[in-house]
């Protein structure tokens, strides 16, 4: 069974700044594109950075030039280090990511448990 758990979420002020973190666990041949998702409630889930088993990201449009998302493919590990936080950026960050299994097997999506992130003064 794969596994994605997210950690490092928490309070911080204003302007601030947080380091999320997800391990993939489990039987995994191949993981494909990684991704972080955040979801306020009451409103629907959005994505807020990819990034391709090669390294090329992508950012919402509100995150750039704050928020870097980084992969270590050796560790199966995926990053996010949000900078210059705002308090509309509260939310529940979900690690996402298409992984294969068995080398015949197509590429399925796995969702982390998600890790709150409070940005508040």
């Known amino acids: 069974q794969v596994q994605l758990v997210e950690s490092g979420g928490g309070l911080v002020q204003p302007g601030g700044s947080l380091r999320l973190s997800c391990a993939a666990s489990g039987r995994i041949f191949s993981i494909n594109v990684m991704g972080w998702y955040r979801q306020d409630p009451g409103k629907e889930r959005e994505l807020v950075a990819s990034i391709t088993s090669s390294g090329g990201p992508i950012y919402a449009d509100s995150v750039k030039g704050r928020f870097t998302i980084s992969r270590d493919n050796a560790k199966k590990m995926l990053y996010l280090q949000m900078n210059s936080l705002k308090p509309e950026e509260t939310a529940v960050y979900y690690c996402?990511?298409?992984?294969?299994?068995?080398?015949?097997?197509?590429?399925?999506?796995?969702w982390g448990q998600g890790t709150l992130v409070t940005v508040s003064s």
């Open positions: 996402h990511a298409f992984i294969k299994s068995d080398p015949s097997d197509r590429f399925v999506v796995v």
